[in-house]
């Protein structure tokens, strides 16, 4: 697979730890989304990039309440079955 970005061979995925937080005021208790995805980084450009797990789209789409954590672990999110790997958390 050639980075998308400069055309390069030179790529290696990567373990990553992810906290995606949810833009406005009513947001600010919520501790966001934490995901631990594989990132495909380009050692030519930088370019990198990620996929969500299934799991933690509904909750991006949706936001979370506040006081809960999504966690999402290992799982790039190519499948198309359901992740068994993702929790609700309150914290």
């Not at 789409?61 to 929790?87: V, Y």
């Amino acid at each position: 697979m050639h980075c998308p970005s400069c055309a390069s061979c030179r790529q290696a995925e990567f373990t990553a730890e992810i906290n995606i937080h949810f833009r406005g005021l009513q947001n600010l208790d919520n501790p966001g989304l934490l995901m631990f995805p594989k990132v495909l980084v380009c050692f030519d450009c930088g370019f990198s990039q990620f996929a969500a797990p299934e799991g933690a789209l509904a909750m991006l789409a949706g936001g979370t309440s506040a006081g809960e954590t999504l966690i999402c672990e290992g799982d790039s999110g190519k499948s198309r079955r359901p992740p068994q790997n993702c929790a609700l958390r309150a914290e």
